[in-house]
């Protein structure tokens, strides 16, 4: 029996909701949530009822929040908001993203301040259940007023509009109601609003957003150490002591993270008393830039648990006298935590193509130029750091803050947006981009450590080093390079080096963990 999750009850995690959405655990709602609902949408019928304006439920929208709409017609201005407001364009959002999007908009919903009827979540529910997941266009949202277009996009089906991912295809929601008889939902009062003001698209792309972020932390510090030992680098700036002087908790994890990996190495401990007094700083400084990276995803995972455990629709309905319209959709508290971690992203990737560079000169002992033993003839490993280079500077680009752009919309009346939309969507791209930089970099790391063998590094290490060579085999002349940069890439994806690394160390009884790896390794 399949674990279950509270809406509107439990605590949600990043790590649950994409439990939720991948379906190894149920959403569900609990019987006290239901009455909270049923209280919420309650209050709403006897706002309309009562008549007093109260914005959202009887009256217009944005610029239009005089004009007051006459009882029999508040449920037909909550289907005209849906469909007006239904203004995406570009491609398909993926659909885990927008799966995501409807589970953190259930459970914002259920906490009872919103108006919704149970219905309405229910439907939602059957959506997720049945792997129906609506049709999201990518561009539009401003991200204040909440994600509007998109969330608009989202909802359509529940009156039987718009498209949804079904089975491998694209369909009309007309054609999916026609297989299982269903009718459309019938909004009531405020429903409308509710549904589609909110942050739930830059919120669920901040999920996966913080789920990406995680694996290349992870895998950067891998692909770093096992770089490390090709260059012959020291593993002295490791040490605790030296971080103790300056205690970032990312710092203290990523040092300690390469010492585990190179744990009683061969490949270091024979340079021990080497003349050379210090490495370039994208092996020396490791701890400090992939730890201040490590510290912003940590920023990013304590905001985003806020966001999605909290009410960002508007109006928000205490009781039938008590609504306040504010401005909990507006996606600034986590727009600026999205930039942040966007810049944080690209520097891993920068250090990472330094480190691929560094690989190429030629000026660590046995390690020829280029990574090839015979060159003129051979390019070697001169174009693939090209590949990086470019990535590397396309993420520079994007780097530009989207939060400090604002650009007034609904006549004014919106006239400080957060633009968090994009933000979140260009934190995810440039992952991707690092994700392949990562790729190459593990690529020409093994080539590097392949100069000293017969010497060994430690059984963690090993491990991946074998298991990389499964896969990628040793290049000892030109050849087609993109097919191997391809399979080292979807290594970095996968996340297996991850989970085989500490596979060996629970064998082995080897530490990898780290005294910060609760806070780095949970969300």
């Given amino acids: 029996m399949k674990n279950t999750f509270q809406y509107g009850q439990q605590h949600l995690t990043a790590s649950i909701a994409l439990s939720i959405s991948k379906g190894e655990i149920l959403g569900v709602l609990s019987d006290e949530t239901k009455e909270k609902i049923r209280t919420s949408a309650s209050a709403v019928e006897k706002i309309v009822a009562n008549g007093k304006p109260v ?106 509009l718009g498209r949804v991912h079904y089975k491998g295809e694209i369909i009309p929601t007309s054609k999916l109601f026609k ?18 003001n909110g942050t739930q698209f ?37 040490s605790a002591e030296l971080h103790q002087l300056r205690p970032y908790a990312g710092n203290q994890h990523v040092a300690q993270t390469i010492l585990n990996l190179l744990h009683e190495s061969e490949i270091v401990h024979s340079h021990a008393t080497c003349a050379r007094v210090q490495d370039p700083y994208s092996l020396r400084c490791m701890p400090q830039v992939h730890g201040a990276s490590r510290n912003a995803w940590l920023h990013l995972k304590q905001t985003l648990e806020i966001e999605i455990n909290s009410v960002t629709d ?20 986590i ?54 280079a470019a990535l590397a500077s396309e993420n520079k680009g994007l780097c530009f803050p989207s939060s400090a752009d604002s650009i007034p919309t609904s006549l004014g009346q919106e006239d400080h947006v957060s633009m968090g939309s994009i933000g979140a969507r260009k934190a995810l791209q440039v992952i991707e981009n690092v994700e392949k930089i990562l ?26 080093y074998d298991h990389v060579r499964t896969k990628i085999k040793h290049v000892t002349e030109d050849q087609i390079m993109y097919e191997d940069m391809e399979t080292a890439i979807s290594i970095i994806q996968s996340g297996e080096l991850l989970t085989l690394a500490r596979e060996v160390a629970d064998k082995e009884g080897l530490q990898l963990e780290t005294g910060w790896s609760k806070e780095f390794d949970r969300f």
């Fill in 55 to 160: 914005y959202g439920i009887n009256t217009g929208f944005g610029p239009l929040c005089t004009t007051m709409i006459s009882p029999d017609q508040t449920r037909k201005l909550q289907e005209n908001i849906l469909k007006s407001h239904a203004v995406g364009v570009g491609e398909p959002i993926p659909i885990d993203v927008s799966k995501v999007m409807l589970i953190l908009k259930i459970h914002a919903l259920a906490k009872g301040f919103s108006g919704i009827q149970e219905d309405t979540l229910d439907r939602m529910l059957w959506h997720i259940q049945h792997d129906a997941i609506p049709v999201v266009p990518k561009q539009g949202s401003v991200g204040a007023s909440g994600d509007l277009a998109p969330l608009s996009h989202l909802f359509l089906p529940l009156i039987g």
């Fill in 179 to 196: 297989e299982y008889q269903l009718e459309p939902i019938h909004l009531g009062p405020k429903e409308g609003l509710a549904l589609i």
């Fill in 202 to 238: 830059i919120a669920a792309f901040g999920v996966k957003v913080l789920e990406r972020f995680y694996n290349i932390l992870a895998h950067a510090d891998i692909t770093g150490a096992m770089m490390l030992e090709g260059l012959l680098g020291s593993v002295k700036p490791f």
């Fill in 314 to 333: 508007n109006p928000v309905v205490f009781d039938e006298n008590h609504t306040i319209s504010g401005g909990n959709f507006h996606g600034q508290p």
């Fill in 335 to 388: 727009a600026m935590p999205l930039d942040y971690a966007c810049l944080a992203a690209s520097e891993i990737g920068n250090i990472s193509d330094r480190r691929i560079y560094l690989s190429l000169e030629g000026d660590t002992p046995g390690v020829p130029k280029l990574l090839l033993k015979e060159t003129g003839l051979n390019s070697g490993f001169m174009i693939p750091q090209y590949t990086t």
């Fill in 439 to 464: 790729g190459v970099e593990l690529f020409c790391a093994a080539q590097a450590v392949d100069f000293h063998s017969p010497l060994k590094s430690g059984k963690i290490m090993t491990a991946l």
